[in-house]
């Protein structure tokens, strides 16, 4: 397995990256192919500006302390069914990129001003194939199958912006948000920004 290409899919309802992958049979003839795919962010393989350093902080602490803190982020997974191919095919997997910054990686990837992010790809699944008497037969796929690739952290933004351009999502709890509300109502805000911009006035 080999990742060629990731891009951000365009129209479409939700953030969603497409994974561009080389599959290898080593010559066989392949029936069919159910793929699970597990991505982690490998946050030790790459540098980090200042800037990034201030906004991980809620994630791996003080940078004095990364040594022990920084670690690989769990991202998320993915299935693919692939159909018949002889030697080898490409496959495009489908990849949500979540906009909920709650989620860990969401933060992470929010908080990097630039560069590549390092991942890690690991395959499991199973492999249908024909014995040499032509019957059907299936062997497991072991999640030591791995790949590396480098998602651009201009084409994860590039995701999010398709589906909300220009903007983020913020998930509060009920009560805060009534207290928000009631805020904006009683002093006739107009928006959402305008209620912010009024609260934040003076503290930053």
């Keep these: 397995m080999a990742v060629e290409d990731i891009s951000a899919v365009e129209h479409a309802i939700v953030p969603t990256l497409r ?8 010559g066989r003839e392949v029936r069919s192919l159910a793929l699970n795919v597990q991505l982690r962010i490998d946050a030790t393989r790459r540098s980090y500006e200042p ?17 022990q803190t920084l670690r690989n982020l769990l991202w998320t997974q993915a299935a693919i069914t692939v159909p018949f191919f002889a030697g080898g095919t490409h496959i495009e997997l489908l990849v949500p990129a979540t906009y909920d910054f709650e989620v860990v990686a969401a933060k992470y990837l929010n908080a990097l001003e630039g560069g590549e992010v390092p991942l890690e790809l690991l395959f499991s ?7 040499p008497d032509g019957r059907l ?11 590396r690739a480098s998602l651009p952290v201009s084409v994860w933004r ?4 398709v589906a909300f351009p220009g903007s983020a999502w913020l998930r509060l709890p009920r009560d805060a948000f009534d207290r928000l509300w009631s805020y904006r ?3 006739s805000l107009p928006s959402w920004e305008s209620t912010f911009d009024e609260l934040l006035d003076g503290r930053e």
Excluded: C, H, N, Y
Aim: proline share 4%.
């Design 185 to 187: 109502a009683a002093r």
């Design 51 to 67: 800037g990034d350093e201030k906004r991980l902080l809620e994630l791996f602490g003080p940078r004095e302390r990364w040594g």
């Design 158 to 161: 590039q995701a999010i912006d």
């Design 125 to 131: 699944g199973t492999l249908f194939f024909s014995g």
């Design 137 to 147: 037969q299936a062997a497991p796929i072991s999640w030591e199958l791995e790949a």
């Design 19 to 26: 994974f561009r992958v080389r599959v290898d049979a080593g």
